[in-house]
């Protein structure tokens, strides 16, 4: 198989068909303008890359196609799977120029991809089975669709993603396809091959004008292409591979890009921001931080896309053991590379769980105070039993003050007082009269600015018993989301008990337990 020769004229194509495509964007002022945040260069830069990419991609395999006698090559060029994967090269290059050249909003772009994945699934690239090198493979079933268009989208972000330095998107690209081409010619498979050399070629004709400092950007018609073809040659070189790690090869070749989106993810979610909102975490922006220049960031970048090449050829003649050995290898990098690179990650994921495991603690352990508390209450045989049953609560729940003012007349009639001041007053002491006051600690002399305030009105069975004021200091943070329903727990036990002991003290009757 011609592998050598196409590799050579993608080469070639990639570089005369780029510096054809920079005059053209450079007149027509498609340019990357500087913006002081993350693009940091010091004067516009043509976009559009990706175009050369696309020419000497399919330029190179129609013209070896059409030189070369190959039985093997001239079968899968019969084949309609080249032409699918052109098409579908084809709408991705179109889409990015389209957001080069106008600015497709987010929500466009991932329908666009979103389409052309589907497509692919639709068209006959499918990911029917996961490699399993303790044991036969996992077939996905009904799962095998949504996992095929995961494949695509995050091929194609996760290249998208890692363009933020001058030749990086591209390098790693040529590393993982070179990665491909060397594992399909091992396994004999020439559709993959043939691809992987044409993409290999066309990456490092393209680097010879993007190696920093840049002459031409990929743009996203660049980045969105880079990744979509290494998804098909990816899965392609896995559907025509009896290993059962094949569809790990591309995996771990693309292992860089795939921790980074993951950790964008991560980041984003944890930030709670868009997924497509920028910013300057990246791995390749955390070893700029580090004091490394941009070619040095991005020799480092290479170096980890060579160590997860060597990796995943090593797949290629392995056994089942060996490989899971090779895996444990590569989950030990992994894992030491996020604690290094993804600290800040780790430490606000590690902050999130903890706080949601407090949260959690502090809600059962407010709800079981409340329970008893108003368990408590149905046996109060006086006012200031529930009072101090209330309080007993407060103070679990971290409230920082409570009145309650009570109406003057047992049982007191309907209205809004029956004797009773429209406001509680602050008095000294913890009781006066029917009002009650309590204060935990120095909170309860903060400025009412900054609490939490909130009254709840007592009522039963159309008669007025008073009102409950609840003040909480909260400094800025959010209150908890059961604070409000557990009050309204405790305010309607305090407003049942009230009445049983109000209309048991006005009619003489023996104090009775409120039922449930």
């Not at 054809?20 to 990357?32: E, F, K, M, P, T």
């Not at 004067?43 to 006698?69: E, H, T």
């Not at 407090?358 to 200031?384: D, G, I, K, P, T």
Request: glycine letters at 10%; proline letters at 3%; a positive charge.
């Amino acid at each position: 198989m011609p592998y050598g020769a196409v590799f050579a004229l993608a080469a070639a194509m990639a570089f005369a068909a780029t510096l054809v495509v920079r005059s053209c964007a450079q007149r027509a002022g498609v340019v990357d303008r500087p913006d002081g945040f993350r693009k940091t260069q010091e004067q516009g830069v043509p976009l559009l890359g990706g175009i050369g990419v696309f020419v000497a991609f399919c330029g190179s395999i129609l013209i070896v196609r059409a030189l070369a006698q190959a039985p093997q090559l001239n079968h899968f060029m019969a084949t309609r799977d080249v032409r699918l994967v052109f098409a579908g090269a084809a709408v991705v290059m179109l889409l990015g120029v389209l957001d080069d050249v106008w600015g497709l909003r987010a929500r466009w772009r991932l329908l666009g991809m979103l389409l052309v994945s589907i497509g692919m699934y639709a068209a006959g690239f499918r990911i029917t089975a996961v490699s399993n090198p303790f044991g036969p493979a996992i077939q996905l079933g009904w799962l095998a669709p949504v996992v095929t268009v995961f494949w695509f989208l995050g091929c194609m972000n996760a290249i998208n993603l890692m363009d933020g330095l001058d030749g990086l998107a591209a390098g790693v690209a040529f590393f993982a396809s070179g990665t491909v081409l060397l594992a399909g010619m091992a396994l004999g498979n020439a559709p993959a091959s043939l691809m992987a050399a044409a993409l290999a070629g066309a990456c490092v004709g393209f680097l010879v004008l993007n190696f920093h400092p840049a002459s031409i950007y990929l743009g996203d018609c660049g980045s969105l292409l880079l990744g979509f073809l290494l998804a098909c040659v990816g899965l392609r070189g896995a559907q025509k591979s009896q290993m059962v790690v094949a569809l790990l090869i591309p995996l771990i070749a693309l292992g860089l890009p795939i921790m980074d989106t993951s950790l964008a993810i991560l980041r984003r979610w944890l930030k709670a921001v868009p997924f497509f909102c920028s910013d300057r975490q990246h791995i390749h922006h955390k070893l700029l931080e580090m004091g490394l220049s941009y070619r040095a960031a991005v020799i480092v970048m290479y170096g980890a896309c060579l160590i997860l090449a060597e990796i995943a050829l090593l797949m290629t003649a392995t056994n089942s053991r060996q490989a899971a050995a090779l895996l444990l290898v590569l989950g030990l990098l992994t894992y030491l590379a996020v604690r290094t690179i993804g600290r800040h990650e780790y430490a606000m994921l590690k902050e999130k769980v903890g706080g949601y495991v407090e949260r959690r603690h502090r809600r059962m352990e407010v709800r079981a105070a409340a329970n008893v508390a108003s368990a408590s209450m149905r046996n109060a045989r006086s006012v200031q039993d529930l009072w101090t049953a209330l309080t007993g609560v407060a103070k679990t729940m971290g409230l920082d003050g409570m009145d309650l003012a009570l109406a003057d007349t047992p049982a007191g009639g309907s209205g809004d007082g029956g004797g009773m001041s429209g406001r509680a007053e602050h008095r000294r002491g913890d009781r006066d009269g029917r009002h009650f006051h309590w204060r935990n600690g120095p909170n309860g002399q903060t400025r009412d600015d900054i609490l939490w305030t909130a009254v709840f009105p007592m009522q039963v069975n159309g008669s007025w018993l008073g009102r409950l004021w609840v003040h909480k200091a909260t400094n800025g943070r959010p209150l908890e989301g059961d604070v409000p329903d557990t009050l309204q727990l405790l305010t309607k036990a305090v407003a049942l008990n009230t009445y049983r002991l109000d209309h048991a003290e006005s009619t003489g009757s023996t104090l009775s337990r409120t039922p449930h």
